[in-house]
């Protein structure tokens, strides 16, 4: 979507973690991990967008700065990204997963056969990562 600079003052209210378009459409900023399964504890993170109900977006930012926000427990959303390299993944059905501490939460996508939702699920090489980020200009 894009936006002038006259629709981006009017019609949204922007920060770091959080979005509002036209009191309609409301998104949080999470962290997409995906397991390096050659490696003891590391983990590719995507920094995302998904989509809450108004709902939950409302309680998410009354209690952001909680420091056991974890217990609003997973919500849905949709996955409000379009990742390079993968197949369209705007819009895959997911689950944002607030956590403690002020960090931001989590997105478990939800088990289908789209390549990103596989790799969440079984990880990814060391190689892979490499790879990618070097295909995508970030090496």
Request: aromatic share 12%; hydrophobic share 35%.
């Amino acid at each position: 979507m894009e936006a002038t600079e006259e629709e981006r003052a009017r019609d949204f209210r922007l920060s770091d973690d959080f979005c509002a378009f036209r009191e309609e459409h409301f998104f949080v900023r999470c962290v997409l991990k995906i397991p390096i399964v050659d490696s003891d504890s590391e983990v590719f993170e995507f920094g995302v967008w998904s989509t809450l109900s108004a709902e939950n977006f409302w309680r998410y930012v009354e209690t952001f700065d909680d420091q056991d926000q974890s217990k609003l427990g997973e919500m849905f959303g949709w996955f409000s990204n379009r990742l390079a390299g993968y197949p369209d993944t705007q819009g895959l059905a997911c689950h944002v997963v607030p956590q403690d501490n002020r960090q931001r939460p989590t997105i478990v996508l939800e088990p289908t056969d789209h390549p990103l939702a596989i790799q969440q699920r079984e990880g990814v090489t060391l190689d892979y990562v490499l790879r990618y980020l070097h295909d995508n200009g970030v090496l």
